[in-house]
């Protein structure tokens, strides 16, 4: 039977494991990579957040056994909707990263506005991560750089393809 596993992530999205209840080993109070505490639930509505995904292919002993390994960390909670810390850490990276650049007041209103939309998949997010991409062309390739870097990690693979082809 299909099995989703319990992941544990730092407060900066980095993923200790995606499998806590068969890798106890690999728990971390804090992360390795950053130093941020560790989590295993949603901090809004407490739901175990998804790591590895076991598509057992029958219970008995010689069941074939996927294991799908968790390579991304989650943006939201799959139960109640919120992004997790690390999503709202990189929004906030980029927002304040674009504040810096000579941008007009409007360019950088409709980045702050729209910039969450490059998170997930949806008809108005590939039009707002199209004007995303215009809008971070007139910034210098080292801004661009850094806030490929500090989104990369939650964007969705459209906004990847989009943004940085």
């Given at each position: 039977?299909?099995?989703?596993?319990?992941?544990?992530?730092?407060?900066?999205?980095?993923?200790?494991?995606?499998?806590?209840?068969?890798?106890?080993?690999r728990?971390?109070?804090?992360?390795?990579?950053?130093?941020?505490?560790?989590i295993?639930?949603c901090?809004?509505?407490?739901?175990?957040?998804?790591?590895?995904y076991d598509?057992?292919?029958?219970?008995?002993?010689?069941?074939?056994?996927?294991?799908?390994?968790l390579?991304?960390?989650?943006?939201?909670c799959?139960?109640?909707?919120?992004?997790?810390?690390?999503?709202?850490s990189?929004?906030?990276?980029?927002?304040?990263?674009i504040?810096m650049?000579?941008?007009?007041?409007?360019?950088i209103d409709?980045f702050?506005?729209?910039?969450?939309?490059?998170?997930?998949?949806?008809p108005?997010?590939?039009?707002?991560?199209?004007?995303i991409?215009?809008?971070?062309?007139?910034?210098?390739?080292?801004?661009?750089?850094?806030?490929?870097?500090?989104?990369?990690s939650?964007?969705s693979?459209t906004?990847k393809?989009?943004?940085?082809?």
């Open positions: 039977m299909p099995t989703f596993y319990t992941a544990e992530i730092c407060m900066n999205g980095h993923i200790t494991t995606g499998n806590i209840e068969h890798n106890p080993e728990r971390e109070t804090y992360c390795h990579i950053c130093g941020a505490p560790t295993t639930e901090p809004s509505c407490h739901a175990s957040i998804r790591g590895d598509l057992a292919d029958g219970d008995d002993i010689f069941s074939l056994r996927v294991p799908l390994r390579t991304q960390p989650p943006a939201y799959i139960k109640c909707g919120h992004p997790f810390p690390w999503t709202n990189a929004l906030s990276a980029a927002k304040e990263l504040q650049s000579n941008l007009s007041i409007s360019d409709f702050n506005k729209n910039i969450d939309k490059i998170l997930y998949e949806s108005s997010s590939t039009v707002a991560i199209v004007k991409k215009k809008i971070l062309e007139k910034v210098g390739k080292l801004s661009i750089d850094i806030i490929k870097q500090t989104l990369i939650v964007a693979e906004a393809r989009i943004l940085w082809p």
